[in-house]
Structure formats: C-alpha cells, structure tokens
C-alpha cells in the first residue's frame, strides 16, 4: 500500500467525484427522423451581449431536412451565421433560407463554422447554466432544447478529450 496520508486520497476522491463523466455532459433530443446532440455554448463575459450555441443534428430519414431558426428568451435576437476566414479576417455572416440537414447525414454547428447567434443577451451566459431555445424545423417541427453552458475555452468535447477542461 501507498505511504500517503489519508488527506491525500480524501483529496483524490474528491477531485474524481468533481468531474462530470461524458455521459453527465452529453446531452441530446430526438425529433422523428432527426438527433440532436449535445447543444451547447461558452460563458461569456459581464456586458458580453452575444453568445454562440454549437450543437450537431443527424438526420436518420429517407428525406433531407432544414434548420429554418431558432429562438430563445435569453436574447432579444437569434440567428443562424457561419463563419470563414478571408486571409487573416474573420467573417462571420447570417445565413437566410435555413440550413440543410441531409438525409442520412448530419448537420453541425461548431465553433469556426455554423452556429447559432445569441443577439442581444438579456444577462451573460453563467458557467453551468442552461440556454432554453426552440429549434425549428422544415419537416420535423419545433424541438425544445438545452444549451449547457460551459467554460469560455471549451471545444465541446466531452471532458477526456476537451483539453481545456484537463487542464492543458
């Protein structure tokens, strides 16, 4: 047995039960044919008055399916936009006319590509809170979902392989 004193694994113990499995984390929603995966966004600072939520759809049906908005009371506005570099500008512009979830496919909505909006914010987005938004549709309809907000560093991944949440 190891020579350490009991602090120490109590300590251990602790820390272990402080970090969120992947399971926890993860979260998602279900609309017919379309899943929806882990929706979530980055905290953002006093004054910040907008906020992006990422999240990816899979569409398991015959028949391609759109994204046509979303809406939350967290902001006075949401939109969809992406995101592209023009050399060393960052562009980032709404996209009209919603965005195409392939049939047999997946959409995502990622940090450096689509994603959703925040306009607006009514109060900063605080680390572990929840964004309620609607998400809208062409063929499945209205689904209620959850962003989880985690921290300003995050990627979304789920803590083993997110290296901002190991401490890196």
């Known amino acids: 047995m190891l020579n350490r004193p009991a602090s120490f694994f109590a300590a251990a113990l602790m820390a272990a039960a402080a970090v969120p499995s992947a399971a926890v984390l993860a979260h998602g929603y279900k ?6 995966a882990h929706p979530w966004s980055r905290q953002t600072a006093p004054g910040q008055t907008v906020g992006g939520g990422f999240l990816v759809v899979t569409n398991s049906g015959a028949k391609d399916d759109k994204l046509v908005s979303v809406t939350s009371p967290v902001a006075t506005e949401v939109q969809l936009h992406t995101m592209s570099m023009d050399g060393d500008v960052m ?14 496919g ?3 909505l990622k940090p450096g590509g689509f994603h959703v909006m925040f306009l607006g914010l009514k109060a900063p987005l605080a680390l572990g809170a929840k964004v309620p ?6 063929r499945a309809g209205k689904v209620k979902v959850e962003f989880a907000v985690e921290p300003i560093t995050s990627t979304g991944l789920a803590p083993a392989m997110d290296h901002d949440h190991a401490g890196h």
Do not use: C
């Open 31 to 36: 609309a017919g044919a379309l899943s929806i």
């Open 91 to 104: 562009r980032m512009r709404q996209v009209t006319g919603g965005l195409t979830v392939p049939a047999h």
């Open 106 to 108: 997946k959409l995502e």
């Open 133 to 138: 938004a609607t998400l809208t549709f062409q």
